[in-house]
């Protein structure tokens, strides 16, 4: 980018002098298409938990979960992404209730698919719910996580929400080629539509810790990292090839996870590839906020917003986001 002129005949102040011309010249916009919001689901009914790390997120059965999902549309939230918290009688080395077809995720997604056709359904394709040592996948006799015995279950998994009418699938467990075995039995099984929204670029990172408590993970997972598939912070390169990686084994959205930190990830990741980008402002990204807004140290409202904004900025097409609904309330509300 070349400029001739200078000051004073360049002043960029001039088109910041009132709110009718920064709304004229203003780039990016956040408003209730750009939002995703994850919701952790739990056997029972009528149960409601607070998460103590996440404030104003709960842990619900899906009775209370669809009316939940009522309010969602009113506010024009189209998407959620579901997470289980699984009971540990049901978790397993093997993970089988990972694609039970009367588990509570399948049962969950049919519940929400009655009630409300249009809303959009993500489900998490990985083990961790349903392994007892917390990791996203079947470990050998040295705790290492096996990729392609892994494979076979996550497949399972996938097969099992499109059939009870998930309509994205989203692999977050960071197994080779697992975007190319789940296309492959999506297409055998006749599901052409479901849609594969693939965690390219997943780092092992500090931020998700707020998750696993909501998950009562932390104790399973204990001092065990995930350092052997998800990806080193350091690295943005490695974001690159895998991400090629997945849009030609058949991924239709590409994921960065977290958001906040990996901003310039996201950027590579949609100039490189002009692809459907999605981000995920991760747990500890929502914790920091929170905390920090519950202490009066932030204005929540203007910091979430400039958040969300900054990382559509980055390049992403939707942001999955702990703060959605409260982000949709604002912006129906200016
Ligand atoms: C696991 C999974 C994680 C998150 C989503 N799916 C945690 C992990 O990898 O340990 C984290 C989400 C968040 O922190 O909000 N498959």
């Known amino acids: 980018?070349?400029?001739?002129?200078?000051?004073?005949?360049?002043?960029?102040?001039?088109?910041?002098d009132s709110s009718a011309i920064l709304s004229l010249v203003c780039e990016n916009k956040l408003t209730t298409d750009d939002l995703i919001y994850p919701m952790f689901v739990i056997e029972g009914k009528n149960k409601k938990q607070d998460i103590k790390s996440m404030p104003g997120i709960c842990r619900l059965s899906s009775d209370l979960l669809l009316k939940e999902i009522e309010r969602l549309v009113t506010i024009d939230i189209k998407a959620i992404a579901l997470f289980p918290i699984i009971s540990q009688n049901k978790k397993s080395l093997k993970a089988k209730e990972a694609y039970n077809q009367q588990g509570l995720i399948p049962q969950t997604i049919k519940e929400i698919k009655?009630?409300?056709?249009?809303?959009?359904?993500?489900?998490?394709?990985?083990?961790?719910?349903?392994?007892?040592?917390?990791?996203?996948?079947?470990?050998d006799n040295k705790s290492y996580v096996l990729n392609d015995e892994t494979i076979q279950v996550l497949v399972q998994q996938a097969l099992c929400h499109s059939e009870a009418g998930a309509d994205i699938v989203a692999p977050s467990d960071m197994m080779d080629g697992r975007i190319i075995s789940i296309r492959r039995a999506l297409e055998a099984n006749n599901f052409p539509l479901t849609k594969i929204l693939s965690y390219s670029a997943k780092y092992a990172s500090s931020f998700y810790g707020p998750f696993r408590d909501a998950l009562n993970n932390s104790e399973n997972l204990g001092k065990a990292n995930k350092n052997t598939y998800q990806m080193n912070p350091a690295n943005s390169d490695e974001a690159l090839y895998e991400a090629g990686m997945d849009i030609q084994e058949g991924a239709d959205i590409l994921m960065v996870k977290p958001a906040m930190m990996y901003l310039d990830i996201v950027y590579k990741i949609k100039q490189n590839f002009k692809t459907p980008v999605f981000a995920y402002n991760v747990s500890g990204e929502y914790s920091m906020i929170k905390a920090a807004s519950n202490a009066g140290f932030l204005d929540e409202k203007k910091t979430v917003l400039e958040t969300l904004l900054s990382i559509k900025r980055a390049g992403a097409d939707a942001i999955l986001s702990y703060h959605s609904k409260d982000v949709a309330l604002w912006l129906n509300q200016p």
Do not use: E
């Open 114 to 139: 009655k009630n409300f056709p249009h809303i959009l359904v993500i489900t998490d394709i990985a083990l961790d719910p349903y392994t007892i040592h917390g990791q996203d996948g079947i470990i």
């Open 1 to 16: 980018m070349q400029i001739n002129q200078s000051y004073p005949l360049v002043r960029k102040r001039r088109l910041r």
